[in-house]
């Protein structure tokens, strides 16, 4: 199947996979922190924070393992 | 006249349906699956009905496509992976022919409403689970734990591992459905631009249309194979802990 293999799609495709990598952990991460402070532990703003930390770390891992992953050509 | 560009995503009911309080309407969307899966359907049963040695036309398309994701199976999870050919390659077809009919002016892209990704992304992640637990049982529980991590360092790198490993669904949802609905958008509004432009500077936005239409194209495909390889990666993530080590059983 030509597209997928051309360089300039598949370049596209990987940048496009980073990014999302990226912003999912970050919304997750937000998310949980959020959680924590409504229902669980009532500690606004600090699960929040520490959330987004967490979830910006988790992110840029991610993506550094997709990176990683994607064969070399 | 002004109108939203999100406007041709919003679906109306075409025949309104209730079964038990839940809303089964048939709207626009409901049609489109049933003519993408009737396509794929027809399509590869004729094509495996010849079965010659020669192949035509037909049987040449599906044996390339089949090829292709055997390939994706083969490079991800190796030979084990085979045993999901089928759901795997149902997913390829199902969204890749999803998302090159609606390119077709005036269908709809099914893959453009984030419930249908999220449903195909909570099924492949939730399938990783079961299978990971059914293989391992509770020592699945560490792919939490990335191998070789300090004790010291467990506090932090569970959190992380946790918000990584439940951002994984979350992403392939979104990332179908956002490419889709952003290309069709671009579309949308260019081609809005080449009608409001009349004859003079018109058919700069519409040649515009023309290209991007192209790039929609590999688009279509790019998506389409980067869930087929997500779908893969991560039920060889659970059927292999920890990458490389062999499966427990």
């Known amino acids: 199947m030509p597209p997928s293999q051309d360089p300039l799609y598949a370049g596209l495709g990987q940048a496009v996979r980073i990014a999302t990598d990226l912003l999912a952990a970050v919304i997750v991460g937000g998310g949980l922190g959020w959680v924590c402070d409504t229902y669980l532990f009532d500690s606004r703003p600090w699960g929040m924070a520490g959330g987004l930390v967490l979830g910006l770390v988790a992110g840029v891992r991610n993506a550094y393992r997709s990176a990683q992953r994607w064969p070399k050509t | 006249m002004e109108e939203s560009p999100l406007h041709p995503f919003e679906l109306h009911n075409w025949i309104p349906l209730a079964l038990g309080g839940v809303d089964i309407s048939i709207t626009k969307a409901v049609v489109m699956m049933w003519v993408v899966v009737s396509l794929v359907a027809v399509l590869m049963v004729r094509a495996g009905a010849a079965r010659k040695l020669v192949p035509g036309k037909l049987q040449n398309i599906a044996e390339i496509l089949v090829d292709f994701i055997r390939g994706i199976i083969m490079d991800t999870m190796g030979k084990d992976g085979m045993r999901f050919f089928p759901l795997i390659a149902t997913l390829f ?38 299978m990971g637990f059914f293989l391992h ?92 390889v997500l779908t893969c990666v991560y039920l060889g993530d659970a059927f292999h802990l920890h990458g490389h080590d062999e499966p427990a059983h």
């Open chain 2, 93 to 130: 077809l199902f969204i890749l022919f999803c998302n090159l009919i609606g390119l077709i002016p005036g269908s709809y892209t099914v893959t453009s409403q984030i419930i249908v990704t999220a449903v195909f992304a909570c099924l492949v992640y939730g399938l990783s689970l079961v």
């Open chain 2, 137 to 228: 049982g509770i020592k699945f529980l560490g792919i939490l734990v990335p191998p070789g991590t300090p004790g010291w360092l467990l506090p932090l790198m569970v959190p992380i591992e946790l918000i990584s490993q439940l951002a994984r669904p979350i992403s392939l949802a979104v990332r179908l459905f956002a490419n889709m609905t952003a290309g069709h958008v671009i579309l949308g509004v260019l081609f809005g631009l080449s009608i409001s432009g009349g004859l003079l500077i018109g058919w700069l936005p519409f040649a515009f249309t023309i290209a991007m239409n192209g790039l929609e194209v590999g688009i279509a495909f790019i998506q389409a194979y980067i869930f087929t």
